[in-house]
Nanobody, 113 residues
């Protein structure tokens, strides 16, 4: 079955960096677009970044220039490098495959001021 497992969340100070990873299994990963979403307390889930199967990327305005999404098709993984983190980046981050409607369990990122 389709499975997405995130890792890499944690507590970081404002201005710091974290790298999230998502391990995918159960489908032909290299042929699907992937995305990262986040949900802050009391807010709706929002798109952070996406990457097509060809590697074209798209970012939310709030993270442009700070976050980088990438994929490793050989390892069936999608990553999110997050730099210059801000307290407003605090959220649970989810890996998502839109075409398979699959979500990971989420990983918590907390940015302290």
């Amino acid at each position: 079955q389709v499975q997405l497992v995130e890792s890499g969340g944690g507590l970081v100070q404002s201005g710091g960096s974290l790298r999230l990873s998502c391990a995918a299994s159960g489908f032909a990963f290299s042929t699907y677009a992937m995305a990262w979403y986040r949900q802050a307390p009391g807010k709706q889930r929002e798109l952070v970044a996406s990457i097509t199967f060809k590697g074209y990327t798209n970012y939310a305005e709030s993270v442009k220039g700070r976050f980088t999404i990438s994929r490793d098709n050989a390892k069936n993984m999608v990553n999110l490098q997050m730099n210059s983190l801000k307290p407003e980046d605090t959220a649970v981050y989810y890996c998502h495959c839109p075409s398979r409607d699959a979500w990971g369990q989420g990983t918590l990122v907390t940015v302290s001021s």
